[in-house]
């Protein structure tokens, strides 16, 4: 398989750079007032891929940091996955064109799988379902709802639409430092031909290194976020070892 994929993670609300824990918006801190100059960062230290979201749009149903997201792009040269809000044909295009590489489908994923199906179809490539998990059932609406569907189940629905990738997130672990749930990430990937990403709960080099085990080979990526603003994880370190471990599986 191909090397495994390492996002860095904005989260914007209000057009600043936050982390929240577990979803909740009233547990939000502030790491960078300006979004831009903290995707520069990540690209300065190597990082080929940038994970947004748009935290306001996941609960309003439509883009509410444009603006930041403007200044992400205009800053930097590196490929832009982008979720939060992306509910009809109307935002997937404005994305796309405005230069984001894929956007992210999450709650319009569960509401109209036809949805997804026609975007996939008009972007082959440049769509990817989010599926954030909160007891192996899916969550809608910003995390606020849980809906009745199985997180894999929801993963299965997409196989013969295009979808290029699946992100699944285990919400109990997002942004408390607890270590990827990998077992949930690894069953979800074996069920599903779609390439999956995992995230959620990314907290230091240990968690790098077990996801370059043999089980997790069936994975294409992960999601890190408040490890790396807090210093637990060097940027440098965790993608020196993905290309060590890479190139030892070449060799």
């Known amino acids: 398989m191909a090397s495994l994929i390492l996002f860095p993670a904005i989260d914007l609300k209000s057009g600043e750079c936050v982390r929240l ?8 801190t502030v790491f960078n007032a300006d979004p831009a100059a903290q995707a520069r960062i990540f690209q300065e ?27 992400i792009l205009a800053s930097v040269s590196m490929k832009v ?4 809000g992306v509910r009809d044909m109307k935002t997937v295009a404005g994305w796309l064109e405005k230069g984001v590489a894929r956007v992210i489908i999450g709650t319009a994923a569960v509401e109209d799988p036809g949805f997804v199906r026609e975007a996939s179809r008009l972007y ?11 007891d192996g059932r899916v969550a809608v609406d910003g995390w606020a709802r849980t809906s009745d569907v199985a997180a894999v189940d929801l993963g299965r629905r997409f196989e013969d639409a295009g ?3 699946l992100i699944y997130t285990d919400i109990s672990r997002d942004g408390v430092m607890q270590g990827l749930n990998v077992a949930a990430t690894v069953a979800l990937a074996e069920a599903v031909a779609t390439p999956v990403i995992a995230s959620g709960g990314l907290a230091s080099i240990e968690d790098i290194r077990r996801l370059l085990e043999p089980d997790c080979r069936p994975l294409a990526g992960a999601i890190t976020g408040r490890a790396l603003y807090d210093g637990r994880l060097d940027a440098r370190e965790a993608l020196a070892l993905i290309r060590s471990a890479e190139s030892l599986r070449a060799s």
């Open 45 to 71: 230290r190597g990082f080929e891929w940038l994970h947004l979201v748009d935290l306001d749009g996941a609960f309003a149903g439509k883009p509410m940091n444009a603006g930041a997201v403007d200044r």
């Open 163 to 165: 979808v290029a990738a």
């Open 21 to 28: 824990v577990r979803g909740d918006m009233t547990q939000a």
């Open 124 to 134: 082959p490539g440049r769509v990817a379902v989010g599926i954030d998990a909160r």
């Open 81 to 84: 996955q982008l979720g939060g």
